[in-house]
Structure formats: structure tokens, C-alpha cells
């Protein structure tokens, strides 16, 4: 089992930046890719970023692409999402995602909101 918590989001005007974070445990936090998704109102859940476990390999949407920077930190079992530059459209809950031995584990989700 592995148990998700996300925190950081909130609400900040176009252009501005926030930090999400992940807070992860019951499982060695080292051995599994982890990643962010999100769904805004009426929309679909989608991929935002990955990460592999050994931090080698980063995978971004392009609409986030330059923009979203992943990362994590594998003694603090945590990992983060930097978003800058953020746009209206980037207004959605964002969940943080483990995949563990062929599962899918998600956290309660973080509420962004841009404002124009």
C-alpha cells in the first residue's frame, strides 16, 4: 500500500508561479515512478508529469512543457511540481500518482485556481 498526500495549491493570478508537493509512504519511496495528473471541471483526468524512480528520466505534457519542472526527493520520500508561468487553463484539482507493482495509487488532490 502506498498513501498519497499532496499540499501547495491555491490561487494565484496568470503568470505567477506555486509549488506543489507529495508526501508519500508505506512503501520504499525509491522503487516506483511517480507523477502528476490533473482534471479540471467537466474534463477528463489528464497527464501532466512523471518522474522514474532513480530521477534519471522526466516526461512533461506539452501543453506544461517548459513551463512545469518535476522532481523528488527520494530521502524525504517526497516529490514536487514547480509551475511557473501558470495560464487560466492550468486551473484544475492536481493529484499526485504512484505506480507500484501494476497499480495505480492517487492522493485526495490539491485545488489550483488561475486567475485572469
Known amino acids: 500500500q502506498v498513501q498519497l498526500v499532496e499540499s501547495g495549491g491555491g490561487l494565484v493570478q496568470a503568470g505567477g508561479s506555486l509549488r506543489l508537493s507529495c508526501a508519500a509512504s508505506?512503501?520504499?519511496?525509491?522503487?516506483?515512478?511517480m507523477g502528476w495528473f490533473r482534471q479540471a471541471p467537466g474534463k477528463e483526468r489528464e497527464f501532466v508529469a512523471a518522474?522514474?524512480?532513480?530521477?534519471?528520466?522526466?516526461y512533461y505534457a506539452d501543453s506544461v512543457k517548459g513551463r512545469f519542472t518535476i522532481s523528488r526527493d527520494n530521502a524525504k520520500n517526497t516529490m514536487s511540481l514547480q509551475m511557473n508561468s501558470l495560464k487560466p487553463e492550468d486551473t484544475a484539482v492536481y493529484y499526485c500518482?504512484?505506480?507500484?507493482?501494476?497499480?495505480?495509487?492517487w492522493g485526495q488532490g490539491t485545488q489550483v485556481t488561475i486567475s485572469s
Open positions: 518522474i522514474s524512480w532513480s530521477r534519471t528520466s522526466t
Open positions: 508505506g512503501r520504499t519511496f525509491s522503487t516506483y515512478a
Open positions: 500518482n504512484a505506480y507500484v507493482s501494476g497499480r495505480d495509487y
